[in-house]
């Protein structure tokens, strides 16, 4: 399957702890994007790649939260000093350049914070 | 911001029935998509809208882009239990640099068989 993978796909951890997400997009994919979900709700934007350059960041991001994609294939979103309005599930998705409407998305990574 | 407003929130109908479900907004867009999420998984993409008017059928499913560009709804004709899920739309947005989705808060279907 090649389809945009996500790992892990539960996490657990107690508030003020530190988490890190991994994203890996469909490989001929430069575009990733990182949404979040809460329960209810559609899926929210938080930040987008193209290649390795984080071209845009939501107002949702905070200081707290990082991402990074170093060489321009898989992406890894860090959330610093966790707190309890940080659970929810964190999508990943993917597309092309020549095709940027189609985002493909990941199964997700539920983070809940106790 | 960009609001996508869906309806309804939820329906609970017998199988074979068709069901119909709508996105409205505030805000133009000039793509609509509209997603499937099933429990634990991600959105899958069913249907994507380009130009105002369009209607697009993908199997069972049948979506239509709104004239003017705020609206559209998706129909699902002769319902089987494996249409069970979350229905979301989504507007896609262009930013500088590239663009996002926005999206509606989704509509819950059960089907009874």
């Known amino acids: 399957d090649t389809g945009v993978s996500q790992d892990p796909r539960h996490k657990i951890t107690k508030r003020g702890q530190n988490v890190t997400f991994r994203c890996d997009p469909i490989?001929?994919?430069?575009?990733l994007y990182w949404y979040r979900q809460t329960l209810g709700q559609g899926p929210e934007f938080l930040t987008y790649?193209?290649?390795?350059?984080?071209?845009?960041k939501s107002r949702l991001l905070s200081d707290r939260f990082s991402a990074e994609r170093p060489k321009g294939s898989f992406s890894t979103l860090e959330i610093q000093r966790t707190e309890q309005g940080d659970s929810a599930m964190y999508l990943c998705?993917?597309?092309?350049?020549?095709?940027?409407?189609?985002?493909?998305f990941g199964p997700g990574t539920r983070l809940t914070v106790l | 911001g960009q609001q996508l407003n869906q309806s309804p929130q939820s329906m609970f109908i017998q199988e074979g029935e068709d069901v119909s479900m709508n996105c409205t907004s505030s805000?133009?867009?000039?793509?609509w998509l509209w997603y499937k999420q099933e429990p634990g998984e991600g959105p899958v993409l069913l249907i994507a809208?380009?130009?105002?008017?369009e209607l697009t059928s993908n199997g069972r499913l049948t979506a239509q882009f709104g004239i003017t560009r705020k609206d559209s709804f998706l129909n699902i004709s002769a319902s089987i239990p494996s249409d069970v899920g979350i229905y979301f739309c989504?507007?896609?947005?262009?930013?500088?640099?590239?663009?996002?989705?926005?999206f509606g808060a989704g509509t819950i279907l059960r089907v009874k068989s």
């Open positions: 809208l380009y130009k105002a008017g």
């Open positions: 989504a507007g896609l947005l262009y930013m500088e640099y590239g663009n996002k989705l926005v």
């Open positions: 490989s001929e994919h430069n575009r």
């Open positions: 790649f193209q290649n390795e350059a984080q071209l845009e």
């Open positions: 805000s133009i867009f000039n793509t």
């Open positions: 998705a993917s597309s092309w350049t020549d095709s940027p409407d189609t985002q493909y």
